[in-house]
Each structure stands twice: as structure tokens, then as C-alpha cells.
């Protein structure tokens, strides 16, 4: 079991930065695949960015690729979204997700059922 916590969200103008962290405890021996996704009111749940356990290699939505970047550091357990050149489109409460292994295949998992493990969430607010 794989238990998250992300932290720093808040409020930015557009234009702004944030940097958004995501904590793991629990069984964290092993690297996972993960994700962040966010979700605006009254909408679907919307895949952001992915990270691969292998290579932290990482893939983003169209929508944020170029300003967002996602990235891991194994020590402390911790993921991060650094968000830049924020818009009032990104507003929305922000989630990681983790996906337990099951092979040595490292592939990027682009939708919410694929992962296993998720954490409260963080609101982002940009405002314009």
C-alpha cells in the first residue's frame, strides 16, 4: 500500500509559477509509474503529465507540455509539477496517482483507472 500527499497549491496570477510536491509513504522500497491529473469543477478528470519508474522519462498533455514539468526524486520519495506561465484554464484541484508495478514493462499511463494509489489533491487557482 502507497500512501500520497501532495502539497502547494494556492492562489497565482496568470502568468505565475507554482511548484506542486507529492509525498509517498507506505511501500515505497520500489519505484512506481505516476501521474498527475487534475480536474476543474463540473469536468472529467484530465490526464497532465506521466513519469516512467525506469528512466523518468516523462510524457505531458498538449495542453501543458512546454510549461509544466514533471519530475522525481527517488531519496525522498517525492514527486513534483513545476508549473509555469500559468493560465486560468489550469485552475483545478490537482492529484498524483501512483500505479503498482506488475512487470518490467515501463509504458505511460495517460488515463485515471490505470493507476492504483491516489493522493487528496491540491487546488490551483490562477487567477486573470
Known amino acids: 500500500q502507497v500512501q500520497l500527499v501532495e502539497s502547494g497549491g494556492g492562489l497565482v496570477q496568470a502568468g505565475g509559477s507554482l511548484r506542486l510536491s507529492c509525498a509517498a509513504s507506505?511501500?515505497?522500497?520500489?519505484?512506481?509509474?505516476m501521474g498527475w491529473f487534475r480536474q476543474a469543477p463540473g469536468k472529467e478528470r484530465e490526464f497532465v503529465a506521466a513519469?516512467?519508474?525506469?528512466?523518468?522519462?516523462?510524457y505531458y498533455a498538449d495542453s501543458v507540455k512546454g510549461r509544466f514539468t514533471f519530475s522525481r526524486d527517488n531519496a525522498k520519495n517525492t514527486v513534483y509539477l513545476q508549473m509555469g506561465r500559468l493560465k486560468p484554464e489550469d485552475t483545478a484541484v490537482y492529484y498524483c496517482?501512483?500505479?503498482?508495478?506488475?512487470?518490467?514493462?515501463?509504458?505511460?499511463?495517460?488515463?485515471?483507472?490505470?493507476?492504483?494509489?491516489w493522493g487528496q489533491g491540491t487546488q490551483v487557482t490562477v487567477s486573470s
Open positions: 496517482a501512483a500505479r503498482a508495478r506488475t512487470g518490467w514493462s515501463d509504458p505511460y499511463y495517460l488515463t485515471p483507472n490505470e493507476y492504483n494509489y
Open positions: 507506505g511501500r515505497t522500497g520500489i519505484t512506481y509509474p
Open positions: 513519469i516512467r519508474w525506469s528512466d523518468s522519462g516523462t
